[in-house]
């Protein structure tokens, strides 16, 4: 059975940095592309980061905040949250698929239960 489990999440400040953290078991997941994916409340799924053996892939709204990182067994996913905005409050989901395409479409196979990331001002 295929899990997902994420962690770190929690209430931060404007300007403060975060690192989630998800661990995978269940399957080999080397080939795959891992990632996160967020939700607001009221607003549409969007992709924030993937990790793929051909490299990693981010969102514009990330690029120089976020940095992404796992283990070349895909056995963990980091994400380091840097500059965090009000904008970036979110439940934020690890997310697995085959292509890192089919996460950037807010798309996977995988889903974890999701880790709340609040931001204030």
């Known amino acids: 059975q295929v899990q997902l489990v994420e962690s770190g999440g929690r209430p931060v400040q404007a300007g403060g940095s975060l690192r989630l953290s998800c661990a995978a078991s269940?399957?080999?997941?080397?080939?795959?592309?891992m990632g996160w994916i967020r939700q607001a409340p009221g607003k549409e799924r969007e992709f924030v980061a993937a990790v793929k053996y051909s490299g990693t892939y981010y969102a514009d709204f990330v690029k120089g905040r976020f940095t992404i990182s796992s283990d070349a067994a895909k056995t963990r996913v980091d994400l380091q949250m840097n500059h965090l905005a009000p904008e970036d409050m979110a439940v934020y989901y690890c997310?697995?698929?085959?292509?890192?395409?089919?996460?950037?479409?807010?798309?996977?196979?995988?889903w974890g239960q999701g880790t709340q990331v609040t931001v204030s001002s």
């Open positions: 997310v697995v698929a085959p292509t890192y395409t089919t996460l950037m479409n807010g798309r996977a196979d995988f």
């Open positions: 269940g399957r080999a997941f080397s080939d795959y592309a």
